[in-house]
């Protein structure tokens, strides 16, 4: 019993040797198996930072920073994932320039409903979205601003105490 084991495993590995061409085995024309450095360029950047920000009906979004590169144009989305419609829970997106306070301008905002929470009056915002409830989604395109920090927010009235947070331009 033990001969004819031996003798199948030698079979198998004298098979094995042959069909794979021996140690030195046979390397395909144009493909080598040494690591070279690659010699291609580097792929350039996207000119577009896509962003995704979510919302929800806890008055929260899934970032609380959000970084982007300068001179790039920004891709902005929001998805409303909450379940409450617009009137109750709606949620958006406003970047403020510099300097501008949150509590100021969302106490300000508060007073426009008929306008989706966005003051006509104001000169405080770079960008901002449309007002959106349970499912939906709203999409905006800019330019990223100067480098430099700046704040983001819900003009919702009383989201802006939760919802906000730092866009950040390097």
């Keep these: 019993m033990r001969i004819i084991k031996y003798t199948v495993?030698?079979?198998?590995?004298?098979?094995?040797?042959?069909g794979c061409g021996?140690?030195?085995?046979?390397?395909?024309?144009?493909?080598?198996?040494?690591?070279?450095k690659s010699t291609t360029k580097k792929v350039e950047e996207s000119s577009?930072?896509?962003?995704?920000l979510t919302s929800n009906d806890?008055?929260?979004?899934?970032?609380?920073?959000?970084?982007?590169?300068?001179?790039?144009?920004v891709k902005l989305t929001l998805k409303h994932i909450g379940k409450l419609e617009k009137k109750i829970m709606g949620h958006n997106f406003v970047l403020l320039k510099q300097g501008v306070s949150i509590s100021?301008?969302?106490?300000?905002?508060?007073?426009?409903a008929e306008?989706?929470?966005?003051?006509?009056d104001t000169k405080d915002i770079i960008v901002h979205t449309k007002?959106?409830?349970?499912?939906e989604t709203t999409v905006i395109e800019f330019?990223?601003?100067?480098?430099?920090?700046y704040d983001f927010l819900c003009s919702f009235p009383g989201h802006y105490a939760i919802m906000k947070g730092k866009f950040i331009v390097e």
Excluded at 104 to 112: K, L, V, Y
Excluded at 115 to 120: H, K, R
Excluded at 131 to 135: C, E, M, V
Aim: net charge positive.
């Design 58 to 73: 806890l008055m929260q979004f899934n970032k609380t920073e959000i970084k982007v590169k300068a001179g790039k144009k």
């Design 131 to 135: 007002l959106i409830g349970a499912g």
């Design 104 to 112: 100021a301008f969302g106490n300000h905002a508060a007073t426009f």
């Design 143 to 149: 330019d990223a601003p100067a480098v430099g920090e």
């Design 115 to 120: 306008n989706e929470y966005i003051p006509e």
């Design 9 to 18: 495993v030698f079979i198998f590995s004298l098979v094995m040797l042959i």
């Design 48 to 52: 577009l930072s896509e962003v995704v």
């Design 22 to 36: 021996g140690k030195e085995g046979k390397k395909k024309e144009g493909f080598t198996y040494e690591n070279k």
